[in-house]
């Protein structure tokens, strides 16, 4: 069956510091890829996703970027976070199938 | 644009029936997913809807009219571990899923 890992669980970093998220799936191949924010009292937003290794598309302009160097690996980077960057950090697969998505267990990142 | 509507809270009552309203516009319908989302965890699918029609899973029903761009999310027999927020989310024309702000129920006792 399919899992999907995501870590850390809970960040705490400071303004200005550098940002490193990562998600693997396990159990399929060549995934669709996505990363999500919810931030509080907000829907989820969509960051970026994948379609395969080396291929990212980005939804909306920001300090973020993404990275797939492997076929079922996803990272989400910053190279200096804003407070704004906070929120609930979610990562999810899809095949395109009958379940839609299914996320990672999230992280949550506090920028103070 | 992109617009997914659905309530900001309800409040239930535990073995009641809700049901939970979603109304869309998007570029494009490849479908209309619901996701459960308990406070600090990852959302966990519920159902999914293509077709116009009543789906029904156990206490839990969706419903779609794509001529309407409505749906709705029907939760019977309440129970409190059923508090949760509740997202409905549409895939568009590039199979990407976009989600409304999720409606947060609230089951007393």
């Known amino acids: 069956s399919q899992t999907i890992h995501q870590w850390p669980a809970t960040l705490v970093q400071p303004v200005g510091s550098p940002l490193s998220l990562e998600c693997t799936v396990e159990?399929?191949?060549?995934?669709?890829l996505y990363w999500y924010r919810q931030a509080a009292g907000r829907g989820l937003q969509l960051l970026f996703y994948?379609?395969?290794?080396?291929?990212i598309s980005s939804e909306v302009p920001q300090n973020l970027s993404a990275s797939r160097p492997q076929d079922r690996q996803f990272i989400l980077s910053s190279k200096k976070l804003l407070l704004s960057d906070s929120g609930f950090y979610l990562c999810?697969?899809?095949?395109?199938?009958?379940?839609?998505?299914?996320f990672g267990s999230g992280t949550r990142l506090t920028v103070v | 644009g992109q617009n997914i509507d659905q309530p900001t809270e309800m409040t239930a009552t535990e073995g009641a029936i809700v049901q939970i309203n979603c109304t869309y516009q998007?570029?494009?319908?490849?479908?209309l997913f619901w996701y459960q989302q308990h406070a600090g965890e990852a959302p966990t699918f519920l159902s999914y809807?293509?077709?116009?029609g009543l789906e029904e899973k156990g206490r839990f029903s969706s419903f779609l009219s794509r001529s309407k761009g409505y749906s709705y999310l029907l939760l019977k027999e309440l129970q409190m571990k059923d508090s949760a927020s509740y997202l409905c989310?549409?895939?568009?024309?590039?199979?990407?899923?976009?989600f409304g702000k999720g409606t947060k129920l609230s089951v007393k006792p």
């Open positions: 999810a697969w899809s095949d395109r199938g009958y379940y839609g998505y299914t």
């Open positions: 159990g399929t191949s060549n995934p669709n």
């Open positions: 994948s379609v395969g290794i080396g291929q």
């Open positions: 998007t570029s494009g319908f490849n479908g």
């Open positions: 809807n293509v077709l116009d």
């Open positions: 989310a549409v895939e568009g024309s590039q199979g990407n899923l976009i």
